[in-house]
C-alpha cells in the first residue's frame, strides 16, 4: 500500500515537473516569436528547409489520405443523411464535424507522425554530437536558429495542410452530393455557407495553430533533455512521441469544450 501511493507521489511529481518546465519553456519560445530580432536571414533559411520537408514532401501521400478518408466520410454521412432525410442538416455535419474536428485531426497525427519524431531525433542526436554546444562557442542562440522556425513552420502547416483537406473533402462531397442528391454547385456552395460560423472558424484556425505549437515544441524540448550517450536518443523518442499524443488529445478536449459552453 505504501509502495503504490509512493508511486503516485513520483508519478504526479515527475508529470507536474514535466508540465511546468513545458509551460517555461513554450513561454521562453513565445517570447521570441515576439521580438523581430528573432528573425534574419539564417532563421529564414531554416524555417524554409524545415517547410519544405513538412509540408511540401508530405503533399502526396496527404492527398492520397485525404482524398480516401474524404470518400469514406461522406459516402457513408450522405448514406446516412438520404436514409434519415436529413438533407438540411447536411452543411452542420460538413462544417461543424469534418472542417472542424476530422481535418485538424488527421492532419495533426500524419504531421506528428512524420514531422515530430524527426524534429525530436533530430535534436537529441544534436545535443550527443554536441552540436548544440558549438552554436553557443559562436554566439548563436539555438532558440533563434533551430527552435523558432521550426515551430512557425509546424504552426503554418497545420493550418495550410488542415484548410487543404477540409478543401479536399468538401470537393469529394459535392461529387457524392451531385450523385446522391442531384444537388447543384449552387446549392451545395450555399449549403455549407450557411451552416459556416465565424466562431467556428476562429477556433479551428486557433486549434491548428495549437496543435502545430505543441506538436514541434514538445519534441525540442524532450531532445534538450537527452544525456551526452547515443543510447539515450530513443529513450527522448519514444517519450517525446508519448508527450505529443497526449498533448494532442488534452487540445482536441479542450477545444471541445470551447465549442460547446
Partial sequence: MIAAIENIGRFTLDTSLSLRNTLTFAIQVIIRLLNLRTYNSASRMVFINQFYFTSVQIL???LF????????????????????????????????????????????????????SAINAEIAVM?????????????????????????????LSMVLLSSLFSLVVLA?????????????????????????S?????????????????????PIRLGLSASM??????????????????????IEVLSLIIRFI
Fill in 127 to 155: 545535443k550527443v554530437n554536441r552540436e548544440l554546444n558549438m552554436l553557443d562557442t559562436f554566439n548563436i542562440d539555438p532558440i533563434n536558429y533551430l527552435f523558432v522556425p521550426r515551430i512557425i513552420n509546424g504552426m
Fill in 229 to 250: 550517450e547515443l543510447t539515450s536518443i530513443p529513450v527522448v523518442v519514444l517519450g517525446g512521441m508519448v508527450k505529443v499524443f497526449l498533448s494532442i488529445v488534452v
Fill in 65 to 116: 489520405v485525404a482524398v480516401i478518408f474524404g470518400s469514406l466520410v461522406n459516402g457513408m454521412a450522405f448514406q446516412v443523411i438520404k436514409n434519415l432525410g436529413l438533407y438540411d442538416y447536411l452543411g452542420r455535419l460538413l462544417m461543424g464535424f469534418v472542417v472542424t474536428e476530422v481535418a485538424p485531426f488527421v492532419t495533426v497525427l500524419l504531421i506528428a507522425l512524420r514531422s515530430s
Fill in 198 to 218: 465565424l466562431l467556428d472558424i476562429v477556433i479551428v484556425l486557433f486549434k491548428c495553430a495549437t496543435f502545430g505549437f505543441f506538436i514541434t515544441l514538445i
Fill in 172 to 196: 469529394i462531397g459535392l461529387f457524392v452530393s451531385s450523385a446522391v442528391f442531384g444537388t447543384s454547385v449552387d446549392a451545395y456552395n450555399d449549403t455549407v455557407l450557411q451552416a459556416a
Fill in 60 to 62: 502526396p501521400l496527404f
